[in-house]
């Protein structure tokens, strides 16, 4: 997994932030020699609201790790002045190279490379609803579920809310809008919608509030999910039942935001709520954030990995102790908003998605294999009532004694 950081701003923790914060930053770092790079936030932010993290803008030419251990050099403390964090995001997979890719000869291991068109035929019928019942509610922060025929006559409406404007919280990334020539289709365009299609599937009864925090790309920033979470955990809020964060990253050397993290996690998880977090597709036993929060006490994250079978993992998944939970993840099928035609026969550039002789197909079906779909289906599978102990468990990690 590769560790990158944002460059277009840094982060400060609204409780530190004052009015003459920013001036006192800007002359610390100019003694720094670094100038004054720092912005103002934008006026709503900087009130707080339900925001942990304030986003902090940057001139377009400063770096966010030497502000962060320049202001950390300076004894921030001391002299009354927050700390600044550079803001590393979180990823649903790998990217490939600088410009993504659909390789269309056949079905993908792993996530980075994107979906694959699937034939309606492969997809069940959606299940029956019943309006009537009770509908245990699954937080999906996600990159946002978008319209489908597959939902039926009200393309989700009953079974999707969009939390975007809800009680003072609003995305932090646009709206999942079709494709264009301004914008072409990232490798995890849909990834959102794909996975409610899997919670339909897995729990009919249950209702999706979806928050959008993902972009097309597949990248997550992680002071956006730090207040998503405490938006969802504020007081006299009706809390979902599950929280499903199909993202995650490592945690590097110098990494305060991951403590942010992992209070707005026990908040919840405190407080009844059961969170379902992704292991990530790297081969690797490094511990992946929030889902290794399952290895630390008093956190009962219910972290996902990808097998194959009941005793093989599949070969991109994570691993190790802090993965405790395993489910099919390979060739997993379900809605897509978008598709193109033939997309399955050649590698073709997202610029060539808009070319007439590769018609869009609207209301289409994927493939996809990832340990997303794996933490979906538990997600799901405990949202109809089903224990995680009937979940298949990964093989115990060969590098432990």
Not at 119 to 141: C, D, K, S, T, Y
Not at 222 to 239: D, E, F, T
Not at 270 to 287: F, I, M, Q
Not at 324 to 333: F, M, R
Request: net charge negative.
């Amino acid at each position: 997994m590769i560790m990158n950081h944002r460059m277009s701003h840094v982060l400060v923790r609204a409780s530190d932030f004052r009015p003459d914060s920013i001036a006192r930053l800007n002359q610390i770092l100019d003694v720094a020699g670094l100038g004054q790079p720092l912005r103002d936030p934008a006026d709503g932010q900087a009130a707080g609201g339900t925001a942990a993290l304030i986003n902090v803008p940057l001139h377009p030419d400063a770096d966010p790790l030497a502000i962060e251990a320049a202001v950390r050099a300076a004894g921030p403390g001391a002299q009354g002045v927050p700390a600044l964090f550079a803001d590393r995001p979180f990823s649903a997979g790998t990217a490939v190279g600088g410009e993504f890719f659909f390789r269309g000869a056949g079905k993908k291991s792993g996530h980075g490379l994107g979906w694959v068109p699937a034939p309606a035929g492969e997809m069940p019928q959606a299940p029956a609803r019943n309006e009537n019942g009770p509908h245990p509610v699954i937080a999906l922060l996600d990159s946002g579920v978008q319209r489908h025929e597959w939902f039926g006559a009200d393309h989700g409406a009953s079974f999707v809310q969009d939390a975007d404007g809800l009680d003072h919280w609003s995305s932090p990334v646009p709206a999942n809008d079709p494709p264009g020539p301004s914008r072409p289709i990232g490798t995890h365009w849909g990834h959102g919608t794909f996975i409610a299609g899997l919670l339909r599937q897995a729990a009919p009864q249950a209702k999706v509030l979806s928050m959008r925090l993902m972009d097309s790309a597949g990248s997550v920033d992680c002071g956006a999910v730090v207040n998503a979470l405490q938006w969802l955990a504020r007081p006299h809020a009706a809390l979902p039942r599950i929280v499903l964060m199909a993202f995650g990253r490592q945690a590097s050397p110098h990494d305060p935001v991951l403590d942010d993290l992992r209070c707005a996690v026990r908040a919840l998880t405190d407080r009844g709520v059961t969170v379902v977090a992704s292991a990530g597709n790297d081969n690797s036993s490094e511990p992946v954030y929030p889902a290794a929060f399952a290895a630390e006490p008093g956190i009962p994250v219910i972290s996902v990995g990808a097998i194959v079978g009941r005793h093989m993992m599949a070969p991109y998944t994570n691993f190790g102790p802090w993965v405790k939970v395993g489910w099919l993840g390979t060739d997993i099928i379900s809605i897509h908003p978008q598709t193109y035609r033939n997309a399955g026969g050649n590698q073709i550039r997202p610029s060539a998605i808009d070319n007439p002789a590769e018609p869009k197909k609207a209301d289409s079906f994927a493939w996809w294999s990832g340990t997303s779909f794996a933490a979906a289906i538990v997600a799901g599978g405990l949202a109809a009532g089903n224990s995680p102990a009937l979940t298949l468990p990964l093989p115990p990690d060969p590098d432990q004694p």
